[in-house]
């Protein structure tokens, strides 16, 4: 099993800035990739951005490009998320998500991923 818990979440004016953190804890060895996806009030959870381990390859929604940057410590438990010039609809509850399987992988799909965290809320003041 995985564990993941996310932090930093919080308010922030337009134009500003926010980190969110992802720790994972369990069986960390078997993480393949890392993924943040968001859900905005009677929106369906997004994808974001995601780390894979292979390579180090990183991907991003075309919202977001540009403005969100993810990456990943040295340990490999831990996954950032650095978020600038935050727009309002970047408002959402933020979802970190682990992929313990390998192989091929759709960095996009929610179903690709095996452990999630219970998310903290980014909120976007106009």
């Known amino acids: 099993q995985v564990q993941l818990v996310e932090s930093g979440g919080g308010l922030v004016q337009a134009g500003g800035s926010l980190r969110l953190s992802c720790a994972a804890s369990?069986?960390?060895?078997?993480?393949?990739?890392m993924g943040w996806f968001r859900q905005a009030p009677g929106k369906e959870r997004e994808f974001v951005a995601a780390f894979s381990w292979s390579g180090g390859r990183t991907y991003y929604a075309d919202s977001v490009k540009g403005r969100f940057t993810i990456s990943r410590d040295n340990a490999k438990t831990t996954v950032y998320l650095q978020m600038n010039s935050l727009k309002p609809e970047d408002t959402a509850v933020y979802y970190c998500a682990a992929d313990r399987r390998g192989g091929s992988y759709n960095p996009a799909a929610k179903d690709e991923y095996d452990y999630w965290g219970q998310g903290t809320q980014v909120t976007v003041s106009s």
């Open positions: 369990g069986r960390t060895f078997s993480i393949y990739a």
